[in-house]
């Protein structure tokens, strides 16, 4: 009997496996799952037309025709490209630009025309076109005709293009985006910057992020599987429709697998050109949870039937999984306490700018994974679909954020001027879209805003989350928590963001308003530094960082002191870093941005400190073009602060990290501070051979290791690290010789010949021994021999006004990066060559397939 029951549950595995590679686009030829939602999804991404208007990349203005959206506008010497696209990235970087954005140009009006056919076939369906970001203002039409508005540009959205459409014939889309009425803090990217697809369902279907799946119980035994399915009847006549839903396994390929579980049926009445909702459930044995070590997820099945004939199918992701906020134990997943080891990031791709690329957001996550971290916030907007999908796969808790700003803006043209009209309906959307994603813990519904002691208008944003998805708590990032519990604003979350000042906290954790209210670090350390930059007596030279981890603005502290700060209210659910990344603008302690003095709204004196630094910085107008901030570089190299986290965030991972580098050929003699990071509790630090002693550290007070008064000699310094009285670790830094080659790596040399996966190559200056050399910086030139092309260039320093797309490069204290891609449809292998004067370069192959 089970051999019968194991051939049938094999043979429908098949069969729906073998189903979604014929009919459904949703899914890759491999059976993949390619995103949520409807059956026919199909990408939009290619064949773009694009021209653009208003403020130039060199400054001069272009004037912008009338009736660009019109069918007769001739647009063929429009430049062709394929989405997703960021005008801005390309540059140049011009140095009377604002630093907060990245001296990029990217403010400017972008028009895009596409041309496209929708078969016969289609003749009675609906068309849509789904946008999963516009960078911003954007107004949308189809053959001339008027469809509709999105201003923005982090939300993603729907456009009924059936109303206007031409079956048969040729359509043309048009999209007008403005950045020039568009004000950010950081570099916000311009253009359709995220992905784009064509949608078509009959006329009755699952409506626009039409499903809702909770996990009410959940045992070991089994989970009862809760989902809300929104039907909707655009006919003109009134139907009743079937609809069936089966749960499958979700393998970490994306895959399908075994059909698990049936909801019972349920036949709806619809009106005509109205929609329905109702409520299934399904029981999953034995289920999987879904959990940050063991990531495992679920397929639901939709298919609606009318008059037998099924007219719809529809797709959602989904985990099992429960998770419990408290004031004085944590917060639990799955019921095991899960201290927060999170990091707060901005949305672009370094070199890569805003545009969207799944594989660059998988490299900087498995950075960020294999550091310890466990949690990202979406810093400070709705981020790109791809990287909830991936926190899903790889086990990442996401604080899901809407704004950095409410009524009140923080620029003259950021989200205030959107707030009245549009604050509902972009709520609304971030959680429509994101709230089957079990990544996502927490919806955020502010970063630091103005209003922040607004009691009402807390409460009423908090309102429009909780009746969408009352399953998860509603939170905000506060620079003045101590203002925004003293009002009683902060009454209306569930949990209490806190961005930096902790100093009251006993004093809130005794108040009987808050004394049950659990509370995170939303925002926390902001320390700054440059990679492989050490000074001694200054923590700042030349517009660069001291990378010995002691520097922060005023607002901010050392990783060191925040983590006393978890240990001494060890009920906190952890932190979330600012920031995982650097990344383009923002470019503190080198940038004069005024709202960095809303950190100070309540301490006059440092504001007025703040204020003379801001006259001084935009008097003598600083190169530097994006942060500081990362604890890896904007190349995606890590800083030495890396080695300090995966200590603290992952102590059973025995590791050990010295730093400086040992190349101080002026320095002999002299007094050179020595820090050590390691997961151990004591260490020995040689030179050359001989002890300078062994060290411990004070539980709950000790994060690093310091040796102050080492006298420098060239030579090797080791470390040997022990934890409870065994080695642990070791780590060695030597003096280099002179450099002689350069060395390539990849973080992968297997690609898909689809034009957007990217191999990612890290080029090293190296002595003859192989050991990098500090303080190196020889000209790279780059080039590819074969079916492969350079997307771009990188090397991590925050000053450097060498475009992006350059095939030529300095190397920034010994190491640079290339991102490299294979040419669309054309299987085959590549190499990749980096040469420079003096040295012995390095080749490297990349297949692609």
């Known amino acids: 009997m089970n051999s019968v029951k194991n051939l049938f549950s094999l043979q429908t595995t098949i069969l729906f496996v073998l189903s979604l590679m014929i009919a459904g686009t949703s899914f890759s030829q491999n059976g993949s799952m390619l995103r949520m939602g409807a059956k026919d999804t199909r990408s939009f991404d290619e064949g773009w037309l694009f021209s653009r208007y ?147 369902t009959n006329q009755v279907h699952v409506g626009h992020w039409g499903t809702y799946i909770t996990t009410p119980e959940v045992s070991d035994a089994s989970a009862t599987v809760r989902m809300k399915t929104t039907i909707d009847n655009q006919g003109k006549l009134p139907v009743e429709a079937r609809v069936e839903t089966a749960v499958f396994e979700l393998n970490s390929n994306n895959t399908p697998g075994e059909k698990l579980a049936s909801f019972n049926e349920s036949v709806i009445k619809i009106e005509a050109d109205t929609n329905a909702t109702i409520t299934t459930q399904a029981i999953v044995r034995n289920p999987k949870r879904w959990d940050i070590s063991s990531p495992s997820r679920y397929l639901a099945q939709t298919i609606v039937r009318v ?70 916030r979406t810093s400070h907007n709705p981020p790109a679909p791809e990287l909830l999908e991936l926190a899903d796969q790889m086990g990442f808790l996401v604080w899901d954020e809407a704004f950095d700003c409410w009524k009140t803006g923080k620029r003259a043209l950021d989200y205030n001027k959107l707030y009245e009209e549009w604050h509902e309906k972009d709520l609304k959307a971030m959680v429509h879209r994101d709230q089957n994603h079990p990544s996502v813990f927490i919806w955020s519904i502010g970063n630091e805003v103005m209003d922040q002691r607004n009691v009402e208008m807390t409460k009423h944003l908090a309102g429009i989350v909780r009746a969408e998805d009352p399953t998860r708590p509603v939170s905000n990032g506060y620079n003045d928590p101590d203002g925004g519990r003293e009002t009683g604003a902060v009454e209306g979350l569930d949990v209490m963001g806190v961005n930096y000042f902790f100093s009251q906290q006993p004093k809130w954790d005794a108040d009987p308003r808050y004394m049950n209210k659990p509370t995170i670090g939303s925002e926390t350390s902001s320390c700054v530094s440059s990679r492989g930059e050490y000074f001694f007596g200054t923590e700042y030279r030349n517009w660069q960082i001291s990378s010995y981890d002691h520097a922060y603005p005023g607002w901010g502290c050392s990783p060191d002191e925040q983590f006393r700060t978890n240990a001494r209210y060890p009920h906190l659910l952890g932190e979330f870093v600012w920031t995982g990344f650097d990344y383009i603008g923002e470019p503190t302690p080198y940038n004069s941005d005024e709202t960095n003095l809303q950190n100070f709204r309540n301490d006059p004196e440092k504001r007025k400190e703040l204020e003379a630094k801001l006259d001084e910085i935009r008097k ?113 830094v030597k003096t280099t010789g002179e450099a002689a080659k350069l060395s390539l790596s990849a973080d992968r040399t297997l690609i898909k010949a689809d034009g957007d996966d990217l191999s990612f190559i890290t080029v090293k200056v190296t002595d003859k021994e192989g050991s990098v050399v500090p303080g190196s910086h020889p000209l790279i030139k780059f080039s590819v021999e074969g079916p492969g092309e350079i997307v771009a260039t990188d090397n991590g320093d925050a000053t450097s006004f060498v475009p992006f797309q350059s095939h030529e490069r300095p190397a920034f204290n010994g190491m640079a990066l290339v991102i490299v891609k294979g040419k669309k449809g054309r299987n085959g292998t590549f190499s990749v060559k980096a040469e420079s004067a003096r040295l012995v370069g390095s080749a490297l192959i990349v297949e692609s397939k």
């Open 54 to 200: 208003g403020l130039q990349p060199d400054g001069s203005q272009r004037e912008e025709p009338q009736q660009l959206e019109s069918i007769a506008f001739k647009d063929g010497d429009w430049q062709k490209l394929s989405l997703p696209h960021d005008w801005g990235i390309s540059g140049p970087f011009r140095i009377e630009l604002e630093g907060g954005t990245g001296k990029l140009p990217w403010k400017g009006i972008g028009w895009y025309r596409k041309h496209f056919v929708v078969p016969a076939s289609d003749a009675g369906k609906r068309i849509f076109v789904d946008f999963d970001g516009a960078m911003a203002n954007a107004k949308i039409w189809l053959n001339g005709n008027y469809v509709g508005t999105w201003p923005y540009g982090y939300n993603s959205f729907r456009m009924d293009l059936t109303p206007y459409l031409r079956i048969g014939e040729e359509n043309i889309l048009a999209v007008r985006l403005d950045t020039e009425n568009w004000d950010s803090r950081w570099y916000p990217g311009a253009g359709i910057y995220r992905h784009v697809w064509l949608v078509t």
């Open 307 to 376: 008059n037998g004939k099924a007219v719809d199918t529809y797709y959602t992701p989904f985990g099992v999984r429960t998770i419990e906020f408290t004031a004085r134990n944590g917060f639990l997943l799955n019921g095991r306490r899960v201290q927060i080891q999170g990091t707060c990031n901005h949305h672009d791709l370094g070199a890569l700018g805003a545009a969207i690329n799944t594989s660059a957001l998988r490299r900087q996550l498995t950075i960020l994974k294999e550091m310890g971290c466990n949690a990202l």
């Open 620 to 732: 003598k107008n600083p190169p530097s073009r994006s942060s500081y901030f990362g604890i890896v570089d904007l190349a995606g190299f890590p800083k030495d602060r890396f080695y300090l986290y995966q200590s603290h965030w992952r102590p059973d991972y025995p590791m050990a990290h010295i730093l400086p580098h040992w190349n101080w050929a002026e320095r002999i003699g002299l007094a050179t501070p020595v820090d050590v990071y390691t997961s151990g509790d004591e260490a020995e630090l040689f030179l050359n051979g001989k002890s300078l002693g062994r060290k411990a550290k004070i539980p709950g007070q000790d994060f690093r290791l310091t040796w102050d008064t080492v006298k420098y000699a060239p030579g090797e310094l080791e470390v040997v690290c022990y934890k409870n009285g065994k080695q642990w670790a070791t780590d060695v």
